[in-house]
């Protein structure tokens, strides 16, 4: 069994928020905040999950990190983000829509290696 953990991003501060263990998030699914068990309401937060795997390096590899894969200059990096889907409920790689399994996970994540995230590094992605 995965570890279920989770960071939180604050788009108002551009920081990453200390999240402490037994932690507990709430979502007000119409305004969109999210509020935990010890310090009240985020206005302005992005909460993403850990994959449950680590890549070549030993990081934690979580929701909208940018991965690269290092036996295949050609290939792009990847962001990885939540699917929730009708055929697949998982992380998926944003430019191929591939369950991360079909795309990394035969190698163990020995060949990828995360080089940024979506909050810090956009420019990591080119164009988009």
Not at 25 to 42: C, H, L, P, Q, R
Not at 95 to 122: M, S
Request: proline content about 3%.
């Amino acid at each position: 069994m995965r570890e279920i953990k989770f960071r939180a991003w604050s788009k108002a501060e551009l920081v990453w928020l200390p999240i402490f263990e037994n932690t507990r998030f709430f979502v007000n699914m119409e305004s969109g905040a999210v509020y935990d068990s010890k310090w009240g309401e985020y206005p302005d937060v992005t909460i993403e999950q850990f994959t449950g795997l680590k890549d070549k390096n030993g990081t934690d590899i979580y929701e909208g990190d940018i991965l690269r894969h290092a036996k295949y200059d050609n290939m792009k990096p990847c962001v990885i983000r939540w699917a929730d889907e009708q055929e697949y409920c998982g992380f998926v790689a944003c430019e191929t829509g591939q369950a991360i399994g079909d795309l990394f996970l035969a190698t163990n994540f020995i060949n990828c290696e995360v080089i940024g995230n979506i909050h810090e590094h956009p420019n990591l992605l080119g164009d988009k």
